[in-house]
């Protein structure tokens, strides 16, 4: 059951409508992490980080079942640094510092220890580094699933579409569906993004849920309309940690159970968008998740008679 995650581990300054964090642990690869070891365990973590990050964070998530062989310490350099303040709408931000600091000479470094895994997820990083992954892991995954961005499609999109040929599962937003292929329609970008290389498509859409295609198959699901979305920061991770968490626990990489692979990262991403940063998610149980899916399942259960 084992999954290998690579990704940011970061601090985090951010700013909502609620209130404001100050600095706290963040991260794509923190966030997966912690969404993931609610169903799989161990998680291997791949990322670097700074001698300034702190030792209770890491034992944290050692307790969690987080494997911690691949993450690089330079303990004379700081962590990636990030801060943001977000709108009324919580969907738009502006980001007010990038410091890559440790992240700006990455190179991953996969242990012999997770070689084998069976399930590999790429946060958002550099292709060249995601690729670089990818070429480490021997043998190949039985899934790889891969998220990207808009930066990486104006900076370096010829790496950007290498990567996609590798790649079984894309996870993107709607804009940068849109953007990838020049297609304003979602469906007409998704089935061109299909002959990109990956076989699976997630397109996000933040409060308005997740679609995921694959061949002529399309499937929705809804986000759980809450009272109060608190900090939508690394909502998207959780959503990915949550996927690959149910995917690596069954072992069925079937479109049907991807199907419930994407509630379950949706039951995910609901949780944390409930408080500041990873919060919520060191929080909730087991018994947590299970009330939170029936929620999903309530939200879409319907009776019908065809006429």
Not at 12 to 17: G, L
Not at 62 to 90: C, I, P
Not at 234 to 241: E, K, L, N, S, V
């Amino acid at each position: 059951m084992s999954l290998t995650v690579v990704g940011t581990m970061a601090f985090d300054d951010i700013e909502t409508p609620f209130g404001k964090s100050d600095k706290i642990v963040g991260g794509s690869a923190a966030y997966i992490a912690w969404a993931a070891s609610n169903f799989v365990q161990p998680v291997n973590q791949v990322s670097v980080i700074g001698g300034d990050f702190p030792q209770e964070e890491l034992d944290a998530l050692t307790n969690r079942g987080v494997a911690l062989d691949g993450v690089q310490v330079k303990k004379d350099e700081k962590s990636f640094y990030w801060a943001g303040r977000y709108h009324l709408d919580m969907n738009s931000r502006d980001t007010l510092v990038t410091e890559l600091n440790v992240l700006a000479d990455f190179q991953p470094v996969i242990p012999p220890s997770y070689q084998g895994s069976e399930f590999l997820i790429l946060g958002n990083l550099t292709p060249q580094v995601q690729m670089s992954v990818i070429n480490q892991m021997n043998p190949r995954p039985k899934l790889i699933v891969m998220d990207t961005m808009n930066f990486w499609m104006d900076v370096a999109l010829e790496d950007l579409l290498k990567t996609l040929k590798m790649v079984d599962v894309l996870m993107v937003n709607d804009s940068e569906a849109r953007q990838l292929t020049g297609e304003y329609s979602i469906v007409k970008a998704a089935k061109k993004i299909l002959t990109m290389g990956p076989k699976y498509l997630i397109i996000k859409k933040g409060e308005h849920g997740a679609l995921l295609f694959h061949g002529n198959h399309v499937f929705f699901a809804p986000a759980l309309p809450l009272d109060e979305v608190f900090d939508p920061t690394g909502a998207g991770d959780t959503f990915a940690g949550g996927f690959i968490g149910h995917l690596a626990k069954t072992k069925d990489i079937s479109f049907e159970n991807m199907k419930t692979a994407i509630i379950v990262g949706s039951a995910m991403a609901s949780f944390c968008v409930e408080k500041f940063g990873a919060q919520k998610l060191r929080e909730i149980t087991k018994e947590d998740i299970s009330a939170r899916l029936e929620q999903f399942v309530q939200l879409v259960n319907f009776d019908i008679d065809l006429v």
